[in-house]
């Protein structure tokens, strides 16, 4: 069984690809600071879960590893907006390090998961393409985009490095989040009747369910070496570039009912679609659509199976740890503060 290392394996994303490369028997080396803790992920005879900051990732941990899916990173960009030395020394400097361990120790492949968000702003008549020039306009992607110039450079005949740049993923994790535009919008649709449109709605966006997501990055794991080394991929399938206002409307028609439009934030000046023919070409095709999406969550809503709360949203959730840091380390004495 080859053993596959992944960083951020807690998360989102790493919260259902765990599960799945240990369904398809892959033996998995999770690493995580655990920040939303560890619950939503069931221990497994082939699961090594490894409680570590990926700033000092210990070298040790790639021995005898096949593969790195390198997940780590502070999401989305109002939390790189806020914590602007972290992205760059989580998302960029850590992964970067991260991949030259990799190699050094003979692991053969390596993927990042990076963002369409590097395309900063294109054309509304135009759809990007892996070779269109980035412009990225947040810390969040300026530090994906650091990470993939850096980072593929360090591929060789022996050490595999492929890119995946995903757009805005959507759907269930045990690690929910509602700070991603569909299950937001879902929520808010179900829960106060309403549809919040960060302004001004033209913008333009690729989404990603979360499942085409693994599926992905278990083909390019799969897949062999020189089709895949040294090579970005766009990740998502037709029928997941839409525009925001065209995505209102999709809720619209699928709750039937009166939806009240709330704007929020300053005007969005990100908007760009992917161009999906380079995976697809290699064989790659994508399940889920944003409706899919948002049925989904729906039912999941309906049921109570997930819930919005300060863990499901990001920022909030790092902000509140920070502060009760502060709060603990002003009370405490030797680390204790009532039981002494």
């Known amino acids: 069984m080859k053993t596959i290392l992944i960083t951020g394996a807690a998360g989102y994303i790493g919260s259902r690809l765990v599960p799945f490369l240990l369904k398809k028997k892959y033996k998995v080396?999770?690493?995580?600071?655990?920040?939303?803790?560890?619950?939503?992920?069931?221990?497994?005879?082939?699961?090594?879960?490894i409680k570590h900051d990926v700033r000092n990732t210990n070298p040790k941990f790639f021995e005898n590893v096949y593969g790195v899916i390198d997940l780590a990173a502070l999401s989305n960009d109002v939390t790189g907006e806020k914590f602007i030395k972290e992205t760059y020394d989580i998302n960029f400097k850590s992964r970067f390090r991260n991949a030259k361990i990799a190699k050094k120790y003979d692991v053969r492949r390596y993927i990042l998961p990076s963002s369409a968000s590097n395309y900063g702003k294109?054309?509304?008549?135009?759809?990007?393409?892996?070779?269109?020039?980035?412009?990225?306009?947040?810390?969040?992607?300026?530090a994906n985009a650091m990470a993939e110039e850096n980072i593929l450079k360090l591929k060789s005949k022996n050490f595999s490095v492929t890119v995946l740049r995903q757009g805005t993923v959507y759907g269930y994790s045990p690690k929910m989040r509602f700070d991603l535009v569909i299950n937001r919008m879902t929520y808010e649709a179900w829960k106060n009747h309403k549809i919040l449109l960060m302004k001004d709605g033209t913008q333009r966006r690729p989404l990603l369910h979360?499942?085409?997501?693994?599926?992905?990055?278990?083909?390019?794991?799969?897949?062999?070496?020189?089709?895949?080394?040294?090579?970005?991929?766009?990740?998502?399938?037709?029928g997941n570039n839409i525009n925001i206002l065209d995505l209102s409307e999709m809720f619209k028609k699928k709750f039937k009912k009166k939806l009240e439009i709330e704007w929020?934030?300053?005007k969005d000046k990100r908007s760009y679609f992917m161009s999906f023919e380079k995976i697809k070409k290699l064989g790659f095709k994508g399940n889920f659509k944003p409706i899919d999406g948002i049925s989904e969550i729906l039912e999941l809503l309906k049921t109570k199976k997930i819930?919005?709360?300060?863990?499901?949203?990001?920022?909030?959730?790092?902000?509140?740890?920070?502060k009760w840091n502060k709060i603990i380390q002003d009370v405490s004495i030797n680390n204790k503060i009532i039981n002494l």
């Open 29 to 49: 080396r999770a690493i995580d600071r655990f920040f939303f803790g560890k619950d939503h992920i069931k221990p497994n005879k082939n699961l090594e879960l």
């Open 122 to 142: 294109i054309k509304n008549n135009q759809i990007a393409t892996e070779e269109f020039i980035l412009k990225p306009l947040t810390h969040y992607s300026k």
């Open 210 to 238: 979360i499942e085409d997501a693994i599926n992905a990055m278990k083909f390019i794991l799969e897949q062999e070496s020189n089709k895949v080394n040294g090579e970005i991929f766009n990740v998502g399938s037709d």
């Open 264 to 266: 929020y934030g300053a």
């Open 307 to 322: 819930q919005l709360d300060e863990k499901t949203i990001t920022l909030d959730w790092y902000e509140n740890l920070e």
